[in-house]
């Protein structure tokens, strides 16, 4: 049986910005850590992904703090993450 890695949205408004917590941060080495125990193969990941309208959407009208909004600062993967992300590519968006 195969073992997937399923890194999910390791995005740095996530993380230490817009909806980031201390928490979110604390496991930052622990996720890059668990990425390169896996074979390249096996793992994907996700990116949460919004546009500039986001306030305009559904979700922003429940949840009104822009994040993820794409090419920005805070939709990009968090840097050591993103390092260890070079062995694979990102093959989803959200």
């Given at each position: 049986?195969?073992k997937?890695?399923?890194?999910?949205?390791?995005?740095?408004?996530?993380?230490?910005?817009?909806?980031?917590?201390?928490?979110?941060?604390?496991?930052?080495?622990?996720?890059?850590?668990?990425?390169?125990?896996?074979?390249?193969?096996?793992?994907?990941?996700?990116?949460?992904?919004?546009?500039?309208?986001?306030?305009?959407?559904?979700?922003?009208?429940?949840?009104?703090?822009?994040?993820?909004?794409?090419?920005?600062?805070?939709?990009?993967?968090?840097p050591?993450?993103?390092?260890?992300?070079?062995?694979?590519?990102?093959?989803?968006?959200?």
């Open positions: 049986m195969r997937i890695l399923i890194v999910i949205d390791m995005q740095n408004d996530f993380i230490d910005a817009a909806l980031g917590t201390k928490e979110a941060l604390s496991i930052v080495d622990v996720v890059k850590k668990k990425i390169l125990s896996y074979p390249t193969a096996n793992i994907i990941a996700t990116m949460d992904t919004h546009f500039e309208n986001y306030m305009e959407t559904q979700e922003g009208k429940y949840l009104p703090v822009p994040h993820c909004i794409k090419e920005s600062d805070g939709w990009k993967i968090r050591e993450i993103a390092r260890s992300e070079e062995r694979f590519s990102r093959n989803a968006e959200t």
